[in-house]
């Protein structure tokens, strides 16, 4: 249904004014070694090759079984790859390197304390770690193919350990993000049936040992609220044979790894050989409603798809040393920090801490100590290094072939500090669009064949065939200048196969749009909804513009306004709450929290911090919002709806456009008036939007 306020701002009618940018070439010494140097590889992923070309990636890997069938599309959308074949992740990822390359490292791990040195972990021990452990989760833990395991652990080589060791017992893994907090990971935990939790005792984090095992005792008990028990709790020490938590271990519950693993020295667990369809593992994902969606990735498309795009975007070589600066937690990190990497068999870094601790020159110290030839990082970590160190990476000989940026669109200016600055001009900068659900990169420049255009992640990836359609379901023509839905034509081998326990909710959230024919089993009729905006000039790059949904992305990480709403509205007094978008100048977007409160009670500083204490307990702290404004009322649509661009535009400083339709209009002045006096008087001078960062403020919470 076409909605009033969808038909008037529509994405795909907003006409986007920016600067075409220019093409940037890649070194020459880049090109002379690239993995994907020759054109005729396009040709091999053309469209009418689909979807057999992606055998190719398929061939990277070892199986136990080829399979029969490459694509299986006889139950749309729930796409089945590989069908028939048979393998072990783990296997790939380790064990097949051992012939060759035993005494190589795999992983190399920085402790953020920097005097504490880095430790390498070959792929010899990699193998002896994973296989004690998946022996202890087997025997000690009770787990089999098909079970699923929470883990809340920081960056530490025990989290890849972790990860890989259930992949050799077909045990599905459910990494939350270490910042999370206790009652996020037990709903995690709930959701996707976990007994059993994965922690860390403590570690570090600008300059500070962090108590994580509390949070431990938090996620146990809202999983258990929430109808989920958790029988055993497995503590990983930072410091072996040291406890770094004030919780108590709880007897019958919660062991130390490191105490139990004595039991299972130089054990060996034959890797389990699982159908390609198996899932691997869940990531969870923020999107419209307040509970978060479990992304079941399988084993063998995903496993094809990361170490297919590593080979050709990352241009990964088996003697790179590779840094990608995510967190584990994110999918960016099971994607390009440990699945592609190690299935490749090179040199993966794990970097413990904060980029800028304990200065802004420390990722350079670490990159020109190690030899780091491929660099992965985000938007915001890039603004950040640069606003605190704009001249620090020329203190440093590190020397980048490649440099990735991933997450948030990224601005031509810190594009080209990121170039030149970091990338001293010697690197190819290479922009890579996707999401969680996709399992790796959908848009990006082939970093020796196509050439750079700041802002812009490019074309889409060799097999995967994006479109723009208006609401209507209508293209949007390249070099229209005309903005709207980023769909994907095809599907392809790392989509993710369902939501764990929703599958409804996946079809709906993600194809019904635009499917032409719910009846069909052919491939062409189920488009792939990504929910960004998107405009593509007319030479095929897409320009990502952001989410059409009500999701905020914040230093790169997507935050449901629906989960911050119902965190918020936890707090008693709280009648209503709206999440809205702040434009920041290093996070990319921050969050404002906008509450009203029950009949009765009197505004206060205290209630303004029990809304942000409950994000922090319902999400964590990287949701925490900027401020917390307590209003009179909302200001709503006749409907009762609340005009979420309305009080995003007071919050930016932006036009608050046609409040015409709203049932109390008079109220718009009195927000406006006390928020945008407190921002002033605290020295928060607003700047002007650009009109891309206009048009988002206007269509926010569009949505609903
Ligand atoms: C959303 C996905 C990509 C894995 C890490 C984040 C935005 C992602 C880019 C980019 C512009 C980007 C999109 C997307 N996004 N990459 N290169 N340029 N925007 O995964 O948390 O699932 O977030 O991040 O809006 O939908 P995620």
Redesign the pocket.
Known sequence: MVTEQQSELSEAQIAVHWREEEYDFPPAGFVAQANAADPEIRTRFAEERFPECFTEYADLLSWDARWQTTLDTSNPPFWKWFVGGRLNASYNCVDRHLATDRNKAALVWVPEPEADGTVAVTYQELYRRVNEFAALLRDFGRLRAGDRVTFHLPMVPDLPVSMLACARLGVIHSQVFGGFSGGACGERIADSGSRVLVTMDGYYRNGELVDHKVKADEAVARAAELGQPVDTVLVWRRHRGQYASRAPMVTGRDVFVDEVLRDYRDAVVEPVSMPAEAPLFLMY?SGTTAQPKGCQHSTGGYLAYVTGTSKYYQDIHPNDTYWCM?DIG???GHSYIVYGPLSLGTTSVLYEGVPTYPDPGRPWRIAERLGVTIFHT?PTAIRMLRKLGPDEPRQHDHHFKHMT??????EPEVWRWYRDVVGKGEAVVV????????GGFL?ATLPALEPMKPGS?GPGVLGVYPVIYDEHGDVVPAGSGKAGNICIRNPWPGIFETIWGQPERFVQIYYEKYCRNPDSTDWRDWPYF???GAVQAADGYFR?L??VDD?I?VA???LGTKELESASLTVEEVAEAAAVPVIDEVRGRAVEMYVSLKPGVTASEGIERKVAQAIDTHIGKIARPMHVWIVPDMPKTRSGKIMRRVIAAISNFGDVGDTTTLSNPEIVDSIRHHVQAEKLARGQTPRQLTPQEADEIRKFGNAE
């Open positions: 994902t995510a994110w999918i960016t985000a940026t991933v997450g948030e669109p990224i922009d890579t669009w996707w999401q969680t659900e996709n848009g992640c990504a929910g960004d990502i952001g989410r999701v992305n790169g990480h997507r």
